[in-house]
């Protein structure tokens, strides 16, 4: 009775556990796909970004163009913080995913029952998917508020060096 109870555990566990394991490489293959064309699209637009600069530049000093700027920086925000932050989210969730399943570096019985596999996998997928979803959202709001810092400061210290610009209204 008490071995049948915990072959059935064990069964239970390692159930959960290749399940699992499943379910997450077929998450991860989606969000490394939808993660690829991300890239590439973002790939493509700072290239377009990039050979579009002088006429940002030029948006920046002359009046009546400062909307095409304005539309420059916007996209140039959010598009290069993009892939560093992804890569680091994914680089977490993947050091997640080794400390607790890879290398035997765990011991075999710290997540050996079926509650405890579902929750490290619903948590794994969870970390996966949000890594790419904030990715983009945090990536545009962290771009323009850095860009805000860097504005603000270095307005200040150079000024303080008697070095001034006129910036456009």
């Known amino acids: 009775s008490a071995n049948t109870k915990t072959a ?35 790939g493509i637009s700072l290239i377009i970004l990039i050979i579009v600069s002088p006429l940002a530049f030029l948006g920046y000093g002359f009046k009546p163009l400062s909307e095409i700027f304005n539309k420059w920086l916007d996209r140039l925000k959010c598009d290069v913080l993009f892939a560093p932050l992804f890569f680091f989210l994914l680089y977490l969730t993947f050091g997640l995913f080794d400390s607790i399943y890879g290398g035997g570096t765990t011991s075999a019985g710290e997540y050996n029952n079926f509650a405890s596999q579902i929750v490290m996998f619903l948590m794994l997928n969870g970390l996966m998917l949000g890594s790419i979803m904030i990715a983009q959202k945090v990536g545009c709001q962290m771009g323009g508020k850095a860009f805000a810092y860097v504005k603000n400061n270095s307005v200040g210290t150079f000024s303080k060096l008697g070095i001034t610009a006129k910036t456009p209204q």
Not at 18 to 42: D, P
């Open 8 to 42: 059935t555990s064990q069964t239970l566990a390692a159930l959960a556990k290749n399940s699992g394991m499943f379910i997450l490489l077929v998450i991860t293959a989606f969000t490394l796909l939808a993660a690829s064309f991300l890239l590439l699209i973002r």
